[in-house]
Nanobody
């Protein structure tokens, strides 16, 4: 059993910032990475960013430079600092825990079936 709880979503104006948190608990010892994903209404879920226990990171091309993923291993928690938010960032943001292999620029993440309930981010123009 693994539990993931996202928090920190809200409503902001375009150009604003939010910081999301995802706390993991339960039997998580077999995983070495966590990631953020988002899904807008009528859209496919997309990867946003991921981070390994060693601190290696991955960002989707459209997020890099505006979003920053970080972690606190002692708290089994990851964060997503989102700056310069745009209306197209509006979505439900989810976190997932999985297994990652990183070799240079290659970042392969095997998602688990464990997902949080999501936290809503709404950006108005």
């Amino acid at each position: 059993q693994v539990q993931l709880v996202e928090s920190g979503g809200g409503w902001v104006q375009s150009g604003g910032s939010l910081r999301l948190s995802c706390a993991a608990s339960g039997n998580i010892f077999s995983f070495n990475a966590m990631g953020w994903y988002r899904q807008a209404p009528g859209e496919q879920r997309e990867s946003v960013a991921a981070i390994t226990n060693e601190g290696r990171t991955y960002y989707a091309d459209s997020m890099e430079g505006r979003f920053t993923i970080s972690r606190d291993n002692a708290k089994n928690t990851i964060y997503l600092q989102m700056n310069s938010l745009k209306p197209e960032d509006t979505a439900v943001y989810y976190c997932n825990i999985g297994s990652a292999y990183v070799n240079g620029d290659h970042f392969v993440l095997d998602e688990s079936d464990y997902w949080g309930q999501g936290t809503q981010v709404t950006v108005s123009s």
